[in-house]
């Protein structure tokens, strides 16, 4: 797989370029050379990936993400510290998280691509397409409305909710970073919509690739506010709407391979359309309790008795997140088209193998991850933490966090891979009722055991809740998949239907 994936980067961005550049006149050579790399690069983006495959590129697109990621903090450290810019920068990115959170996880692509699953075996390509442009046109109308809304309430927003603990001058700032990266919603829809298309066809090279230009586009505005001072902490901000814009443009080749063409379309009626409505509203709503969760952490870590308990929690919690995007959305986003269009085709016997398969494999591949985390953690934070203020004891304390949030990673990924097969399956109320139940239990174990064992709870807390939580989604999904009939088609209160 490795192989196959390394020897197909070169062609690719030979090519790339040929697709959006027009073919020279001046000599048929050139022109004959053009035309051959775009049969290249068209027989590369209309590659059938397999689930393999497909979770190797986005394992591989996650760590590149993750090691840009690491680049780019640094970089941002180095150049405005821990001070008010700082502060009001990462205050308005946490109200563009909630929109990040519903478009570019697992909500949109969840809600349209079971749908167009569906739709491709009668209607074909130009139903999907016309789909598509529904729910794009609908997405940036909906956004628009709600963008401008959260512009302009902006002071409240930063005075009520975000931060009421700054001062004038950093509330102004953080005002006026918020009116600027709430645009980037708006191109992150026109992306994922893409992205949804081409998972659906199994087509996850260009997709997976442009995971990383997030991080590209912040360094870039990072490194114009080094080129330009003036620009102050205004350069990362603008960096968040180019990496958004990038996403687009790399995705362009593999759309317009797969015939997709953007054209505005008005239907409210449309049947299709309000079922991915339904769909993503339950499944955005779900999307949106781990953030829940990490508040109530933060709240918690603030009263626990160790002074370093909320940085302890916060690097631990970076670190713990990175094998579950590698391993369970990796596999998660990889297998759920072929679930979908195996759900919709009434094929069960592909689903069953195929969700026990990628469960089976993201368990194996979590363990070892668990216990490396377990044995070279304490390590690994020395190297990236335990630096200037940050000591060895604050380390140590991040540790012993890490350790306890490690035992919990063969839970979390399992959890995204069950709820990935029960909404393939357009069962979207028990994802939410579990993900609901996990943070509430969550919740009464940190008031208990905060005091009594102090930080450490907060791990132990998340851990015991996902284990749960990955026990009911794997009996829910066991009990849907008992029977050959759809669960479309029977009348449960588990499945949301119209």
């Known amino acids: 797989m490795l192989a196959c994936i390394c020897g197909m980067g070169g062609s690719l961005f030979e090519a790339w370029w040929t697709v959006l550049i027009p073919v020279s006149r001046d000599s048929s050579g050139v022109r004959l050379r053009q035309a051959a790399l775009r049969a290249q690069l068209g027989a590369i983006l209309k590659r059938d990936f397999s689930v393999a495959e497909a979770a190797g590129l986005l394992m591989v697109s996650f760590a590149l993400s993750a090691v840009l990621g690491s680049i780019q903090q640094f970089l941002f450290n180095a150049e405005f510290g821990a001070g008010a810019e700082a502060s009001a920068f990462f205050a308005a990115l946490r109200l563009r998280d909630v929109f990040y959170s519903m478009l570019a996880g697992r909500a949109l692509s969840s809600a349209v691509i079971p749908v167009l699953a569906r739709l491709a075996p009668s209607d074909g390509d130009e139903a999907q397409i016309r789909l598509l442009n529904l729910v794009l046109t609908a997405l940036l109308v909906g956004l628009a409305v709600v963008v401008l809304t ?189 679930l979908a269009q195996s759900v919709a085709a009434g094929d069960w016997g592909r689903v069953r193998p195929l969700l026990y398969r990628t469960v089976g494999a993201a368990i194996a591949l979590a363990m070892p991850a668990a216990v490396a985390f377990i044995a070279f953690g304490r390590a690994t934070i020395g190297v990236l933490f335990e630096h200037g203020r940050f000591d060895a004891p604050a380390a140590e304390l991040t540790y012993r966090v890490l350790a306890v949030y490690a035992v919990a990673i063969p839970g979390t990924i399992a959890t995204e891979i069950l709820t990935r097969g029960l909404l393939a399956m357009r069962n979207t ?70």
């Open 150 to 338: 959260c512009q302009l309430a902006a002071p409240f927003i930063v005075t009520i909710v975000l931060a009421p603990g700054f001062d004038e001058a950093t509330k102004d700032l953080s005002v006026a970073l918020i009116r600027i990266v709430l645009f980037q919603p708006l191109f992150v829809a026109v992306a994922y919509v893409g992205i949804a298309f081409l998972n659906s066809r199994h087509r996850f090279l260009l997709a997976s690739l442009s995971l990383v230009c997030h991080n590209i586009g912040l360094i870039a505005g990072i490194e114009a506010t080094r080129i330009e001072p003036a620009l102050g902490v205004t350069g990362p901000a603008l960096g968040v709407i180019l990496g958004a814009a990038l996403q687009i443009l790399i995705l362009v080749p593999e759309l317009r391979s797969s015939g997709m063409r953007w054209r505005p379309a008005w239907d409210p009626a449309d049947a299709h359309l309000r079922d991915v409505g339904r769909l993503l509203v339950a499944i955005s709503c779900s999307a949106c309790l781990p953030y829940v969760g990490l508040v109530l952490d933060t709240a918690f870590a603030s009263v626990a008795a160790e002074v370093a308990a909320l940085p302890a929690v916060y690097n631990a919690w970076l670190l713990v997140t990175l094998p579950q995007s590698m391993i369970g959305k990796a596999l998660g986003q990889s297998a759920f088209p072929r």
């Open 429 to 498: 109320r028990m994802p939410l009722v579990a993900d609901l139940g996990q943070v509430v239990g969550r919740a009464g174990l940190m008031v208990v055991l905060v005091p009594r064992l102090g930080v450490v709870a907060i791990p132990f807390a998340f851990a015991t809740t996902s284990f749960v939580e990955a026990a009911v989604l794997a009996c829910a999904l066991f009990i849907g998949l008992r029977g050959t009939q759809s669960p479309i088609q029977r009348e449960s209160s588990l499945v949301l239907v119209e």
